[in-house]
């Protein structure tokens, strides 16, 4: 598509009001702009809470956090604080408020809508430029067809916060993270089986440090009732947390946004996955996905991560668990077997001691 005429110095808006690892997978689109435009100011639009993820990143100028529910008077104000602000806004969703926001903010806007709502029509006369969401497509692809759509070139990179860990918290010997709190509980695996799997950590020669959030604590109480698991969930900052996992010899998490991070730090990782489509929501490797993920296996592998399933006929259902709710239990993953999920570990490991 034929580049926007954008000045050298351009402003520049991406706005992401969606969850952390939306947030994360928006990068790769941050970044392209930021190598297309390298004099350019490059802001993005976030949910307060989210903010943590893009700490330090070197293609960012500065993070607007707004609240998740903004009241009328809010919400008014945030659009004369945005109005014509920017040369470009680009909204990564196709919802009503990002798009609006887009439009307001940039003398150009760009952003995805649904082929099939009536609202479609409106948004394409308001956007300056559009295209139709694809949702049978890996986010960060889908997200990098806007670059695309501007005509820069699209780089399939994500960018990770960037520091150390605190040397009072930094392991002394070799180590592997697990990471067992997805935000949702339909998206658990099973207590047992992170605590078997720590065992065989044990065996193999290495410390399990848990992580995990500060609203995390009651339910990692429950799971870790092993005194030779590093307890460090709500210690640590981004930076330190992508740290610690870069320098472990294995992690392990289900889908979540740590599993999206630990993918991208390079790290082996080994992914958890239930009802969520990796076709569309799988890790995205370091080194990239040349080859997209299956939608349902026993174990695949792409680059540094190990992707693992419990492949019943109904999976991947795309559903919130079996019950259809955020609190459902999810039969594919209450089932899915601990050695399984240890045969993936031991290659992940394989892997780390050839490199």
């Not at 919400?75 to 307001?104: E, F, I, K, N």
């Not at 609202?119 to 986010?139: E, G, I, M, Q, T």
């Not at 044990?202 to 109480?221: C, H």
Request: charged residues 20%.
């Amino acid at each position: 598509m034929k580049a926007l005429r954008l000045p050298p110095d351009a402003r520049v808006l991406v706005v992401v009001l969606r969850r952390l690892g939306d947030v994360l997978l928006s990068t790769p689109l941050i970044h392209s702009l930021r190598v297309a435009l390298p004099a350019a100011t490059i802001d993005a639009l976030v949910f307060a809470a989210t903010e943590g993820i893009l700490t330090g990143n070197p293609d960012l100028t500065n993070i607007i956090a707004v609240p998740r529910r903004l009241g009328a008077g809010e919400y008014w104000a945030l659009l004369r604080r945005l109005l014509r602000r920017y040369d470009l806004a680009l909204s990564t969703q196709t919802g009503d408020r990002p798009t609006m926001l887009a439009v307001v903010a940039g003398r150009y806007s760009v952003g995805p809508v649904e082929a099939e709502r009536v609202s479609a029509r409106v948004k394409r006369w308001a956007l300056s430029r559009s295209l139709v969401a694809d949702r049978r497509r890996h986010r960060i692809p889908e997200v990098l067809r806007l670059a695309e759509a501007i005509g820069i070139a699209a780089i399939p990179q994500v960018v990770c916060p960037s520091g150390t860990v605190r040397r009072e918290l930094a392991p002394r010997e070799a180590y592997a993270v697990i990471h067992a709190a997805p935000m949702f509980t339909y998206k658990r695996w099973t207590s047992d089986g992170w605590r078997c799997l720590a065992t065989a950590l044990r065996q193999r020669g290495l410390s399990t440090v848990a992580t995990g959030g500060k609203d995390d604590a009651d339910y990692l109480d429950r799971v870790w009732d092993d005194r030779h698991i590093v307890r460090l969930d709500g210690r640590l900052e981004w930076p330190e947390l992508t740290a610690l996992i870069r320098g472990a010899q294995v992690y392990i998490g289900p889908d979540t946004a740590i599993t999206h991070l630990a993918a991208a730090t390079g790290a082996p990782t080994v992914a958890l996955y239930g009802p969520t489509n990796p076709q569309i929501w799988g890790p995205w490797p370091s080194g990239g996905l040349d080859d997209p993920w299956q939608a349902a296996g026993t174990m695949q592998r792409r680059g540094n991560v190990w992707l693992v399933q419990n492949p019943l006929s109904c999976l991947p259902c795309q559903q919130e668990g079996c019950d259809r709710h955020l609190d459902s239990r999810s039969q594919c993953l209450d089932e899915l077997s601990v050695s399984a999920v240890i045969a993936a570990v031991d290659q992940a490991l394989a892997a780390r001691r050839c490199a």
